[in-house]
């Protein structure tokens, strides 16, 4: 998927994607409908439904779990790109899976012994 604007400071982009049984189903389906912001549905032959839904969110009112968030470079630090994963701090249902930029030293340093 490709973004048509950039996120704005203290902003995301999400894409929720929820796997149902019987029928399709969308989270907050009026609004989905109201901003097109659907994608899918497919359908598996298990009978198990894939639908998304994709939207803009401020950090500020729906922050990303605390314990996916990683610190940003500091000036003298190369950035780098990483994706994490976790459940959502209250014991959601929720898994969020989050694309961040911290830099190339912490995540070294967080690499277990061994691994090149």
Not at 65 to 92: F, N, S, T
């Amino acid at each position: 998927m490709i973004l048509s604007k950039p996120i704005e400071p203290n902003g995301a982009a999400d894409l929720d994607l929820i796997a149902s049984y019987q029928r399709p189903y969308w989270p907050d389906a009026a609004d989905s409908l109201r901003d097109n912001s659907r994608l899918a549905p497919l359908r598996n032959h298990a009978g198990i439904w894939l639908t998304a839904t994709s939207y803009r969110r401020f950090q500020a009112a729906t922050p990303t779990p605390q314990a996916l968030v990683l610190p940003l470079p500091k000036a003298h630090e190369e950035p780098a790109r990483i994706m994490g994963a976790g459940p959502g701090e209250d014991g959601a249902a929720l898994y969020w899976f989050v694309e961040a930029i911290t830099s190339r030293q912490i995540l070294e340093a967080s690499r277990p012994s061994g691994l090149a």
